[in-house]
């Protein structure tokens, strides 16, 4: 037999955690047919791998490329890091299942995952995969249904619960996401319609992701004062319905938070310890990113964007909003502007500056950008220490919570370095420098464990019959370029990128499109 490829002389890190070994690597039809020795094997190309790790593919469990994958196939900053597949649709804020008539409201509460030059022309899971697949992407996109959009279009827009009714609609749409494709259900507590909902409404929708052994990924209600309790409500939702349940980016924000990380980590191990299905992921950064309506307060956005300028052209309404934001977790001078539309020249500045440079208080300056558009921030306020109790918990493993872009559009604003160097940064600060994790462990954590948890069983280690989905790096070199107000910059070390045995990156340079 001819293969269609091999790798000769690398490390081979299988994905399972096993200790490397020398070994090569072959490949037919897209997927991996022998590991061990072919020096002798016949292939149609033939990769040196000498002194670098062979792994697999990275699999991204916490994504938001739903609509950037169709703006920009290539996926250059993710296939760049090593990212073979993401997990979209997380934190509630998937793009399907949705309602004609909802889907306005819906895109103006998606915030970084909007992209207006993306027109919508699905509204099941089913029409939107099968539109991804017609653009013929590097990236391979898995997708998590999302309850935003699912709640806005039964529910509405509104801070109410549901009827019977609608609470069945709801787990119908649930259920039909599940059967066209979706590998499970993602809520965003944070994120109006969804905050509006009680354990009770989800707690029904997550019997339907277990009746179908699928996984429901969970951005807590509240990552500063109130974690604790929002972990607790996340685990009381898993165990009454016994689905696998998925905790995103485990952290705290605000410094005056900090160190409350490791009693949320005891809750979630005496929670697995009773029998929960549980684990939790995290970015390798001491930032995250959302957008500026995240401080406004849950009432404030009854009615979703509309509701809040509504409110915020009422003069009482409006002070009641600055006075309620007045005094956030992270501090002011810790958040940076990212895209706010039509103001570019935002992007990087803090808010205490735009603050100081216009003589109002902060959240009078928040609120006035509020007025006009909802711009993307990048907020600061985490503990190093934090992060690393998460990172090298047994129950953790890595997502990027960013976005396959386009490094060359520099004129949407302002990214978080995580869509360009999460996967290298990991490797680089953790691995290489620090030796917090083994390149083993690091590796784990990064393709089976998360592929594990989103039913992805043909991906995520190396081993004849899974997809030939491959990563090539130079455990020595893999570095980071990335940062917050240079964010474009392409990793380095990555000499290699497969995805169903064709290449797709050498050296950083992206093939534009998949095959046809």
């Avoid at 990212?83 to 004609?100: F, I, K, Q, R």
Wanted: net charge negative; with cysteine; hydrophobic share 45%.
């Amino acid at each position: 037999m001819i293969l269609d490829g091999v790798v000769v002389g690398g490390s081979v890190v299988d994905g399972t955690g096993a200790v490397r070994r020398r070994a090569d690597l072959g490949w037919r039809d897209g997927r991996i047919v022998a590991v061990g020795d072919l020096g002798g094997a016949a292939a149609e190309e033939r990769i040196d791998a000498d002194g670098l790790v062979v792994a697999p593919g990275f699999v991204d469990l916490h994504g938001h490329s739903d609509l950037s994958i169709l703006d920009h196939p290539a996926g250059t900053s993710k296939i760049r890091q090593g990212v073979t597949t993401e997990v979209a649709g997380n934190c509630g804020l998937a793009v399907a299942p949705v309602a004609a008539d909802a889907v306005a409201g819906v895109r103006g509460l998606l915030g970084i995952v909007e992209l207006p030059e993306v027109p919508w022309s699905w509204s099941s899971v089913g029409d939107y995969l099968a539109l991804v697949e017609r653009s013929r992407p590097n990236l391979r996109i898995a997708l998590l249904a999302g309850h935003l959009a699912i709640r806005a279009s039964v529910v509405g827009l509104d801070q109410r619960p549901p009827d019977s009714d609608e609470l069945a609609a709801m787990g119908g749409l649930v259920q039909q996401a599940l059967d066209e494709g979706a590998v499970g259900l993602s809520l965003g507590l944070m994120y109006p319609p969804s905050a509006y909902a009680s354990v009770e409404e989800l707690t029904a929708l997550a019997e339907v992701v277990a009746r179908n052994n699928a996984v429901l990924t969970v951005h807590l209600r509240d990552y500063g004062a109130g974690l604790l309790d929002a972990v607790r409500e996340a685990l009381t939702v898993a165990e009454r319905s016994g689905c696998r349940l998925q905790i995103s980016h485990l952290t705290v924000a605000g410094r005056r938070n900090w160190g409350s990380v490791p009693a949320a980590l005891a809750e979630i191990d005496a929670a697995a310890e009773a029998g929960v299905d549980v684990a939790v992921d995290c970015y390798p950064y001491l930032a995250g990113s959302t957008n500026l309506s995240q401080l406004a307060p849950r009432w404030a956005m009854d009615g979703g964007q509309d509701g809040l300028h509504a409110r915020l052209a009422e003069p009482e309404l409006r002070t009641k909003i600055i006075g309620q934001m007045s005094d956030p977790a992270v501090g002011w001078d810790e958040i940076l502007l990212g895209l706010m539309p039509g103001r570019p020249e935002l992007a990087g500045r803090t808010v205490a500056d735009l603050a100081a440079e216009t003589g109002q208080p902060p959240a009078a300056a928040a609120v006035e950008l509020l007025a006009v558009a909802d711009p993307s921030i990048i907020a600061f306020g985490r503990s190093e220490a934090d992060l690393r109790a998460v990172m090298t918990h047994r129950l953790s493993m890595i997502g990027s919570d960013g976005l396959a872009v386009d490094p060359e559009r520099r004129d949407r604003g302002l990214p978080h370095p995580r869509y360009f160097g999460a996967y290298p940064g990991l490797f680089q600060r953790y691995v290489r420098e620090e030796s917090l994790l083994s390149v083993e462990d690091a590796v784990r954590r990064c393709t089976s464990a998360p592929a594990l948890r989103a039913g992805l069983a043909d991906r995520g280690r190396l081993e004849p019959g899974l997809l030939a989905d491959l990563v090539i790096f130079d455990p020595a070199t893999i570095t980071e370029r990335s940062t917050y107000l240079d964010p474009w910059a392409a990793p380095e070390g990555i000499a290699r990128v497969v995805v169903g045995g064709r290449t797709v990156a050498v050296e950083g340079a992206v093939e534009p499109v998949g095959p046809s």
